[in-house]
């Protein structure tokens, strides 16, 4: 199987023929390179899950990574849903449960926290933002206030 071939007759004609492999192959590297310039394809989002590597063999199979993105949005969800992300109704709320929701979003935002791959803290930004956002709400917004008040509140009311 010939890739290139350049034919020229005797009547100085010439004939180029070129393997369709070849123009598949250089399509996927023109497309591969666009995506590279215009920066669609992004490889620090993905990781190499698995590889057999053999005698003549090698597979690599590759997936997408979002554990940071999925780790932000769980977060998301529990700010959104819960007491703690929704204004105070002082005739309806029962403080007591106010103050189980904060504590509990607490507990969750840590745990979510630990389940973020420390390379992935490394090495992108966005993830380093999540993580020193989530920090600064647990401990510059909830920790003094709880602090403060859930103790006392508790002390008071199992009294």
């Excluded at 393997?19 to 989002?45: G, Q, T």
Aim: hydrophobic share 45%; aromatic share 16%; with cysteine.
């Amino acid at each position: 199987m010939e890739i290139i071939s350049i034919i020229i007759n005797q009547n100085w004609d010439i004939q180029f023929y070129v393997s369709k492999f070849l123009i598949i192959f250089l399509i996927i590297i023109f497309i591969i390179f666009i995506c590279f310039k215009n920066k669609r394809l992004k490889f620090k989002d993905y990781e190499i899950s698995e590889a057999d590597i053999g005698i003549g063999n090698s597979n690599i199979k590759i997936k997408p990574n979002y554990e940071d993105v999925q780790i932000a949005y769980k977060l998301w969800i529990e700010l959104s849903t819960r007491k703690i992300g929704i204004p105070i109704d002082f005739e309806n709320d029962a403080i007591m449960e106010l103050y189980n929701s904060w504590y509990e979003f607490f507990k969750i935002s840590r745990e979510l926290l630990k389940d973020i791959p420390i390379v992935k803290a490394r090495k992108h930004e966005s993830t380093s933002k999540l993580i020193n956002i989530t920090i600064e709400i647990l401990n510059l917004s909830i920790r003094p206030h709880l602090t403060k008040w859930q103790a006392k509140f508790r002390k008071w009311y199992f009294f």
